[in-house]
């Protein structure tokens, strides 16, 4: 039966796993996988979080079903739309510790439409950038990238070139050292030290 298969794919997921109907297209048909969704929601297996976008809730003691991150519904949003994903200069410069500022609502940009999605208390805005803006998105390195955009030249120190290469593993050094001829020259030294950061 369909719907149990589908059940068994989103348990093996595990709790906080995000999906849509077309991670289930390979199982039935669109109005039979849809039922199945609904069939699944009702009975509080899975929460509708919006229009084609399902989650199976992490769970507390104490608070019930937790609601997802930001950053794990943006990932679904842009998965389902086949889109690629950066985070905002200001939220990757916060993710890698190099300013407390925390974005009042999550931006990310990316190549699809720009749009805002709100999903239960969550705003979230999608931006579309150039494809300057994307490179690495969605890797460590597109991070580091939007960052040093959030920083700017000036704002770049050794404590800053430091802090960033701890991050990095060798190949996410080796990574940003092959994407770098993409991004504005004043960041080419920066890249280098990072790069042979000791």
Partial sequence: MIMSKIKQRIVRKGRGAIFAPSDFFDIGSRASVDQALSRLANQGVIRR??????????????????????????????????????????MAANQLGLSTQVPSNPIYMTDGPTRTKKIGLQVIQFRNASSKTLVGAGTMVGTVFQALRYLGKDRVDDQVIGKIAHTLDAKDRAQLAKQSRHVPAWMHPVVQQIVAYV
Avoid: C, E, M, W
């Fill in 49 to 90: 979080l919006t229009r084609g976008l399902y989650d199976y809730p992490k769970l507390s003691p104490r608070f019930g079903a937790l609601a997802p991150s930001a950053d794990d519904i943006a990932r679904a949003v842009a998965s389902k739309d086949n889109q690629v994903l950066q985070p905002s200069p200001a």
